[in-house]
Nanobody
């Protein structure tokens, strides 16, 4: 299996928190840059956060200080901890694994933040 599988989406009130999970295979996880992207209604997919297999992270300015991406090698899983959620965070969140020219996407998980 090379396609990432996301979970953890749901409905939350503004100011609340959610943790998204993305699982993939051991080999893919060990060599890939993992990332979270999101697509809001009527908008293009955008980068949220990435983490390399050496632990380097990158965040979109809109989520810095609120979201944290992390890896768990024992579970071949990448997480996105989302705190202080805002209605504008509402989107389908997609997990991505990338190495070299390879790119694999999950099916997405819906995150809805109410006012």
């Amino acid at each position: 299996q090379v396609q990432p599988v996301e979970s953890g989406g749901g409905l939350v009130q503004a100011g609340g928190s959610l943790r998204l999970s993305c699982a993939t295979s051991t080999i893919i996880f060990s060599i890939s840059r993992m990332g979270w992207y999101r697509q809001a209604p009527g908008q293009q997919r955008e980068l949220v956060a990435t983490i390399t297999n050496t632990g380097s992270t990158n965040y979109a300015d809109s989520v810095k200080g609120r979201f944290t991406i992390s890896r768990d090698s024992a579970k071949n899983t990448v997480y996105l901890q989302m705190d202080s959620l805002k209605p504008e965070d509402t989107a389908v969140y997609y997990c991505n694994s990338a190495w070299g020219a390879n790119n694999y996407w999950g099916q997405g998980t819906q995150v809805t933040v109410s006012s």
